[in-house]
């Protein structure tokens, strides 16, 4: 019963619309094994190929997606994000956003980051992994720490001290193309 569900929502790289598939174009070259983006996408699990078309679609909206080079990982359970190379001028566009800040953004293991501020709903967090080389990671977070007292504590909450991350149907899925 569970195939069928899962399924349900796979999509192929066939089916997507042509502006989806003009920006994924060459950023999954050689990702898990897979020489080509296509077959990459055709491969990727309906979590990884969910997750993808998630972070994808907002940061188009977010006038980003075009710092992102080549994407080294994609994961939609557990937390939805991607890890990519950065083309330069990332943390530039990030710094000289309104709607971002490096507030409560780094992580122990990084060297910063930057938070989308929003009000309600999942909040993107990217991530400087090592600045040195362009490596970066965006994901998804249940909510923003800085949009209020109740923000913060219901970060704090679920995020840290009881380990939940989103997956990608907290997150907005399923995306059918």
Known sequence: MNSVQVNEHLLTWVQLQTSTKAALSGKLN???GWPRTDEVFDSLEVNRQQA?????????DCNLWEYVRVISNVY???GVGIEFTAWPG??????RRRNFTGRLAGHRNNEG????????????HVVM????ERRWAAHFDFYDPLSG?????RHIYRESWR???????HIGGPIRE
């Open 76 to 78: 939609g359970e557990g």
């Open 90 to 95: 990332l943390r530039a566009a990030l710094s």
């Open 129 to 132: 992994v090592e600045m040195a």
């Open 149 to 153: 007292p109740s923000g913060l504590w």
């Open 30 to 32: 050689g990702l898990f």
């Open 52 to 60: 993808l078309l998630l972070l994808l679609r907002r940061l188009q």
């Open 113 to 124: 980051g930057f938070r989308e501020r929003r009000k309600d709903g999942p909040v993107l």
């Open 163 to 169: 380990r939940e991350l989103p997956s990608w149907h």
